[in-house]
């Protein structure tokens, strides 16, 4: 499969209310921000990495793709993954200007794009081709009713309706107030209106210093928390070491984390509990592989970050033995031809050929911007 062309786009698709944040950031849109690649076989690939619809830095993904990587992949043979990964992740000059960040996401999109590619080739869903299914049901944690600009009452509202109407048994809540005293009121009415039986986990989006988080902790241990995620600035390994250590809350992380090397040195100090790549924050689906599996050897679950909103996840999360859930965020999923599905609180398994990302004509005529 001979790479002819490499087509970098930018979709800005609005969220599913007029804008939503959580302790950190508030958008309106969802950035679809990646690459269509051509073989000579007809085939086409499509990757991408998720942003925050802002466009300047968008274009910055997309010149990446198009003007750096671009030129070492056209005429590469597309099935080579392992090796043009190489290629691409250790190219000399690239690597010196950035080993995470701008450079790090084009190549995420770029081997998402390859991934889907071979599947195609090979007439094979992605998890499929990875070495087929390892569990029969995948469950779906609903974190789209838990913003933290959610109030209260309609928070309450929105978790029993994915209960009692959509058949979900997790849930995800934001918190992060300066006031952490607001988040366990928040949680303990979110308790107190679904019962004991649901399972619910908070979120931080990086928020705190260590002693906040502690405090929180102390508070919330009593609540049944399923886990704490991203409690602290996502580089401080020691100070998520140091939590993990004075609760039993189990701590959750790895959205904003870029590397392998980076998420095994979290497991190496027992900072985490709950390891959350995201394909479009790592390298690819080449590099989630590496630490899906490193986490797996240290019999830690995976649970992928939804970054991607669930196209790519899935396919992963169905395929490896770490991973029993994922997380639930529904707005980009009708800009694809095979579009996430949740029933009764379970994905649905995909069974079309590539890694479910191909977008649809319709999406890209209605959200595309200018690269």
Known sequence: MK??????????????????SDSTHTITHWGVVGVKIGTDNGLFGYGYTGTHAHLET???????????????????????????????ARYPA??????????????????????????KAANLPLWKLLGGATSEKLEAYNTDI???SVPKDKLIDGCKRAIEVDGFQRLKIKVGHANPMVDIERFE???????????????ANGKWDLPTAQRFCARAEPLDVFWLEEPMWYDDIASHATLAQSTSIPIALGE?????????????????????PDV??????????????????RRLPVVAHVGDMGQVHVHLSYWHPGTTMLEYIPWIKDCFVEPIKVEGGHYVRPELPGAGTTLTESAIASFSQRC
């Open 3 to 20: 790479i002819t062309s490499i087509e970098p786009f930018i979709l800005h698709v609005p969220v599913n209310v007029p804008s939503i």
């Open 58 to 88: 968008d274009r910055l993904v997309t010149a990446c793709i198009d003007k750096s990587y671009g030129p070492l992949l056209m005429g590469e043979d597309a099935q080579d993954g392992d090796r043009l990964w190489q290629k691409l």
């Open 94 to 119: 690239i690597q010196w200007v950035g080993r995470a960040g701008v450079t790090h996401i084009a190549l995420s999109a770029i081997d998402i794009a390859l991934w889907d590619l071979r599947a």
């Open 146 to 148: 838990g913003w933290l």
């Open 189 to 203: 009415a979110v308790r107190k209106a679904v019962g004991p039986n649901v399972t619910i986990a908070i979120d």
């Open 256 to 276: 904003q984390v870029y590397t392998a090397e980076t998420f095994n040195s979290f497991m190496d100090a027992k900072a985490v509990q709950y390891v959350q």
């Open 280 to 297: 479009t924050r790592v390298a690819g689906i080449t590099e989630y592989i590496q630490v899906a599996h490193s986490a797996h050897a």
